[in-house]
């Protein structure tokens, strides 16, 4: 389709080479000849403006394609030097580049406190040594376990110790990539403070927009309170109307992601698009007079800016807000302006203001979403027929969710592992509740409090998030409510995408090879994950964990696995660290067993502290095995140190036979070390568990 109408649609095509110039810049990030492709990015646009003084002088209608190549090739080397330098570690005044004994940041967003612990990301202003500021810059991400911090707030000048740590990459296997997240988001250093260990160096420095957005939304949340009771429902309104989702619970969060409506929780384009919607019909009145196009467009504009303003100026409202500014313009101005186009201009403004944007999931949603809705919808709806004027409003809005579903199925699988079955009949009911939530939310909060008015405008608003989460957590319990454990490669995840466009091309096209084209991507992909399922089938792993003052082994034999930890299956670390192996290995069957219990299967034997799994012995020494002499010596292939014994390489070597030395990541600093230097020096196999990837023995 883009092939054939390129013509319509010349900024979709010129935002292609961009996006693979930014590509280029995240994948190679610090590349050394970045002043190479510097010079080469200014010496191509320099060609090209001559190119096209001297057009007719040097005939180049003749080589139409020159124009276009080099066009292409600039925003190509555009996207990868914006991305570049955009990285804040390329950047010589970086603070991870000069010594200091003290840092002097300024908080650069809401802070968020949970439980004790209150959470902010922090720009560095000077870095501090032997007591003189030196100018520098960069992001810090700041945790503080300090009842006093809690005064803290968006633009406060702090001075902290300069005792920063590089962010720690994911040690287990499918564990979530938090260090690559914070480096999408220009953070690649954490520090924690404890009590007194930062000053406040001074008050609200910070852009007095921003900082009255903040407080404004906080005030905005406290107002929610005043006329709503269900803690529940004032979370849901707060998110869904100003972009605050501090207090969310787990529960509410499963029931919306479960029925494929999480995107109502996340205030973006479709709570915009609301707004809009209603302030064109309250203004449409203005399209009969002279410029009251103009008119209606710019107070549209400036409403939903301003609705920006009260979320927070939440990055997700503002990519809409940007989107939707440029499609009224460009409609008021013009109207057979192509919406792909106006939609190509936005992200290229967006990506070239924060080329990382692109690694955003909710960046990639959004648009995806709305190109799925203006190139896939037409196509869907055309596939039935239907006379009667209800049946058809019910099919178009049934066509725009399919649509919306079907180009963001393979992202959501990507990221989030799973589908919800019955994603049609949620989003269909979620239409109505959704909009009375919005537009009585929104006229509760800017009307002043009237007594009568508030409180029905707030028990209005109540109920239907009451009835609304009603209904979802019943879909979400419906048989078969979702598709679980979906877990794809990056090529199966290109495929994928491969088979929606070559399908939908064809359903527009009607061409035989687009037909040929999906179902080869098909077979490649089913031969993928047919073999995926059934290398996992054939192949028994030991998994020996790196989780932080905890222990953890997974014993995984096909579909079935043993997970030998000291944590409940219910805790933050094992759903963080051990949960997502086991999905990934699409592990059916789970025995959770303790240190100190026995266990008894056909493919595994647990007496103790002794291990049998399959032919392989491991066993567990920890500070609970008697430290006693024995007849002779026990023959292991794996002997596991771990709950800090008092012991040694010499008196494990006298009693224990054993291939492979595992040292655990609860045990002593004092006594990894001396266990390494000792393993080092006797030429004894060890392996090192903290501060190290996990270990994988596999076996087939």
Not at 640 to 669: V, W
Request: aromatic fraction near 14%.
């Amino acid at each position: 389709m883009i092939a054939e109408h390129k013509g319509e649609i010349p900024f979709v095509v010129l935002l292609l080479p961009f996006l693979a110039g930014i590509g280029l810049g995240i994948y190679f990030p610090v590349f050394p000849l970045i002043l190479f492709v510097e010079i080469a990015f200014y010496s191509l646009v320099f060609v090209f403006i001559v190119l096209n003084l001297a057009y007719k002088r040097l005939g180049l209608y003749k080589f139409k394609w020159l124009g276009g190549v080099l066009m292409h090739t600039i925003l190509l080397l555009l996207g990868w030097v914006v991305t570049i330098n955009y990285n804040e570690l390329n950047n010589k005044d970086h603070f991870s580049k000069s010594k200091a004994d003290y840092l002097v940041v300024k908080i650069s967003n809401e802070p968020k406190l949970s439980g004790d612990l209150l959470r902010f990301t922090a720009s560095i202003e000077a870095n501090v040594f032997i007591h003189k500021p030196i100018p520098s810059n960069g992001n810090l991400l700041i945790t503080i376990k300090d009842s006093t911090a809690k005064t803290l707030y968006y633009g406060d000048e702090l001075l902290i110790p300069a005792s920063y740590q590089a962010i720690d990459p994911p040690f287990n296997p499918a564990e979530f990539n938090y260090k690559k997240y914070l480096a999408n988001q220009n953070i690649h250093y954490q520090e924690f403070l404890r009590h007194h260990q930062f000053y406040v160096l001074s008050r609200n420095a910070g852009n007095p927009i921003i900082a009255y957005s903040l407080r404004l939304r906080q005030q905005l949340v406290e107002k929610l309170k005043r006329h709503m009771h269900d803690s529940e429902a004032i979370a849901v309104a707060s998110t869904l109307i100003l972009g605050y989702k501090a207090d969310l619970s787990n529960d509410v969060l499963q029931a919306y992601s479960k029925t494929g409506t999480i995107h109502v929780l996340s205030v973006s384009g479709a709570h915009v698009a609301i707004l809009f919607i209603l302030l064109s019909l309250i203004l449409s009145f203005m399209d009969r007079f002279r410029y009251g196009k103009t008119i209606k467009a710019i107070l549209i504009i400036l409403i939903i800016w301003y609705y920006s303003l009260l979320t927070g100026f939440s990055p997700a409202v503002c990519r809409a807000a940007v989107m939707i500014s440029m499609v009224i313009i460009g409609k008021t101005y013009s109207k057979y302006i192509n919406t792909l186009n106006i939609l190509a201009i936005s992200a290229f403004f967006l990506l070239l203001y924060d080329p990382y944007f692109i690694t955003d999931v909710g960046f990639q949603l959004s648009y995806l979403a709305v190109a799925g809705l203006i190139i896939l919808q037409p196509i869907v709806y055309k596939w039935i027929n239907i006379e009667n004027k209800w049946g058809d409003k019910l099919w178009a809005l049934c066509s725009v969710s399919i649509a919306a579903q079907v180009i963001t199925f393979p992202l959501s699988v990507f990221y989030f592992h799973q589908f919800p079955v019955y994603f049609l009949i949620s989003n269909l009911f979620i239409i109505v509740p959704s909009a009375i939530i919005m537009y009585a939310g929104i006229g509760y909060l800017l009307l002043p409090d009237i007594p009568f008015v508030s409180s029905a405008l707030g028990w209005i608003l109540e109920k239907s998030i009451l009835i609304m989460n009603k209904v979802l957590s019943l879909i979400e319990h419906f048989p078969y409510s979702g598709i679980s454990k979906i877990w794809i490669t990056n090529f199966e995840y290109l495929l994928l995408y491969g088979i929606i466009i070559s399908v939908f091309y064809f359903l527009y096209e009607q061409k035989a090879w687009l037909i040929k084209l999906s179902l080869t991507f098909t077979l490649l992909l089913s031969i993928g994950i047919s073999y995926a399922k059934w290398d996992s089938l054939q192949s028994d792993n030991i998994v020996f964990l790196n989780l932080k003052k905890h222990t953890g082994i997974i014993f995984k034999t096909g579909e079935q696995a043993v997970v030998l930890s000291d944590l409940a299956d219910s805790d933050k670390a094992y759903r963080y660290s051990i949960q997502p192996y086991l999905d990934s290995c699409s592990i059916n069957t789970i025995y959770k067993v303790s240190q100190k219990s026995n266990l008894s299967l056909s493919f595994l034997i647990k007496r103790g502290n002794l291990v049998q799994f399959r032919n392989k012995k491991l066993l567990i020494f920890d500070k609970q095995l008697p430290k006693a002499a024995l007849p002779e010596k026990i023959k292991l292939d794996y002997l596991f140190i771990t709950d800090n014994p008092d012991t040694n390489i010499d008196f494990l070597n006298k009693y224990y036979d054993y291939k492979l030395l595992i040292i655990d990541n609860n045990n002593s600093n004092k006594l990894i070390a001396r266990l390494e230097n000792q393993a080092s020096v006797m030429y004894v196999n060890y392996k090192t568990l903290p501060g190290n990837k996990s270990l994988i023995i596999t076996s087939n």
